[in-house]
């Protein structure tokens, strides 16, 4: 069966370093990869998209990447500040078995970034 | 600019009774419109989409189900809640299925 998995449930670190999320995939081959923010009380809110002939996008102070070898994203937050806290999610487009085209989301991370 | 309006943002109801809950897309047309659930500890999970007015597909066999009775309009409904069916609502949008999707402010659902 198609899944997705962010294998870190939480993640603490310091302010001002690299937090590094990870989205593996299994059954899929996705030509797009999404990654979303949501905070408590909230829904998620959308925050970037990387395609499959891309290895790497960027905004501001996130980067994300996507291995369709290994079955991989990473989203880096550089410069990380206790306002990034929240819960990221992966998401991908499940084609298929009945869905055409539906978005399909991984558990999330929740990121804690200490002052 | 486009808008999502869901609610009410959140709800305690009686296991048995019935459930409604709307949401609403404006500056937009046609959009695919998609309800999911997100229990507590849980990811998301998606529960029904539709392509268009009256094209509802379920992803999952449940106790709920979904209408669109116009083309930014779509409902979530139940005839009898369950306790199981607590959890976070949550109505979304997009453009088209790999573009990326906009959610309302969910609707909290205790069952009890």
Same mark, same amino acid.
Do not use: D, E, H, I
């Given at each position: 069966s198609q899944k997705i998995e962010q294998n870190s449930e939480a993640l603490n670190i310091q302010e001002g370093k690299t937090a590094t999320l990870t989205c593996n995939y299994t059954n @899929?081959?996705?030509? @797009?990869?999404?990654?979303y923010r949501q905070d408590p009380g909230r829904g998620p809110v959308f925050l970037l998209l990387i395609r499959e002939n891309e290895k790497e996008k960027r905004k501001e102070r996130l980067k994300v990447t996507f291995d369709t070898t290994l079955k991989q994203s990473l989203f880096h937050i550089t410069a990380s500040q206790p306002a990034d806290s929240a819960t990221y999610l992966c998401a991908l487009v499940k084609i298929g078995g009945g869905s055409q085209g539906n978005l399909i989301f991984g558990k999330g991370t929740k990121l804690s970034v200490k002052p | 600019s486009q808008t999502i309006h869901q609610w009410p943002?959140?709800?305690?109801?009686?296991?048995g009774s019935p459930l409604s809950l709307e949401c609403t897309v404006e500056g937009t047309s046609n959009p695919n419109l998609y309800w999911y659930r997100q229990a507590a500890g849980r990811g998301l999970q998606l529960l029904f989409y539709s392509v268009g007015i009256g094209q509802i597909s379920s992803e999952v066999p449940q106790n709920l189900s979904a209408s669109r009775p116009q083309d930014r309009q779509f409902i979530l409904s139940s005839k009898k809640l369950l306790l199981s069916d607590s959890g976070f609502y949550l109505c979304a949008w997009s453009v088209r299925p790999n573009t990326e999707a906009f959610f309302g402010q969910g609707t909290r659902l205790t069952v009890v």
């Open positions: @899929y081959s996705p030509a @797009y990869l999404q990654w | 943002a959140t709800l305690v109801q009686p296991v």
